[in-house]
């Protein structure tokens, strides 16, 4: 079955413990991205994929680190999490050809940060 | 970044009844999707559009990209209690540009929908 994987689906942790939320997408698609999701703001975009080793900013990156060294999977890191990254976050994927950009979402990532 | 103005943030609507919401943009975007979001689930896209004054269905559900390119609107017939969920708009500018916006997905707030049977 064609989907995308994240992993844990619900993390409670501490201020400042260094956190990994894996991606993982079996449809061979080059473009992959993070957002997180918060009340009354929609999804709002942390870091996008174009393809191996090529990453890039969205409109919320800060406190977030990404990697791609392999093409299914797109590990979300944040180094020294804080209450504001408390959020629900979601992994997406596609594979961009003919000037489409048809995104497939995760499940989900509920984050709580004490 | 870009911003997309998603409207009406909420709606409340008995069963059988059409819905209509839109989004606009202060710039241009070459791609529309529209996507929905069930509790506790991640966002499924509904319809995708990529051509300015497309208009495309998918069951009771039609959308169509603005002639300015700076718009979008959904539209839902004879609502049924399983509409029930958030509706997102959401931008792509030109996947072929260079710069900064370049994969760069624009989402509006989201339309909550409650269809009362």
């Known amino acids: 079955e064609a989907q995308v994987t994240q992993n844990p689906r619900y993390l409670i942790t501490v201020t400042g413990k260094k956190l990994t939320v894996t991606c993982s997408q079996n449809?061979?698609?080059?473009?992959m991205s993070w957002y997180r999701q918060d009340p009354g703001l929609g999804l709002r975009q942390i870091y996008y994929?174009?393809?191996?080793?090529?990453?890039d900013k969205g409109d919320v990156p800060e406190g977030y680190k990404v990697s791609r060294k392999e093409k299914r999977n797109f590990p979300l890191i944040l180094e020294s999490p804080s209450p504001n990254q408390t959020s629900l976050y979601f992994c997406?994927?596609?594979?961009?050809?003919?000037?489409?950009?048809?995104?497939?979402f995760g499940p989900g990532t509920r984050l709580t940060v004490l | 970044g870009q911003q997309l103005n998603q409207s009406p943030q909420s709606m409340f609507i008995q069963e059988g009844e059409d819905v209509s919401m839109n989004c606009t943009s202060s710039s241009i975007f070459n791609t529309w999707l529209w996507y929905k979001q069930d509790p506790g689930e991640g966002p499924v896209l509904l319809i995708a559009?990529?051509?300015?004054?497309e208009l495309t269905s998918n069951g009771r559900l039609t959308a169509q990209f603005g002639i300015t390119r700076k718009d979008s609107f959904l539209n839902i017939s004879a609502s049924i209690p399983s509409d029930v969920g958030i509706y997102f708009c959401a931008g792509l500018p030109n996947l072929n540009a260079g710069g900064t916006s370049y994969g760069k997905l624009t989402f509006g707030q989201g339309t909550i929908l409650t269809v009362h049977p």
């Open positions: 449809m061979n698609h080059e473009y």
């Open positions: 997406a994927s596609s594979l961009r050809r003919g000037g489409k950009n048809e995104q497939f």
């Open positions: 994929s174009m393809n191996v080793e090529v990453t």
């Open positions: 559009l990529y051509k300015a004054g």
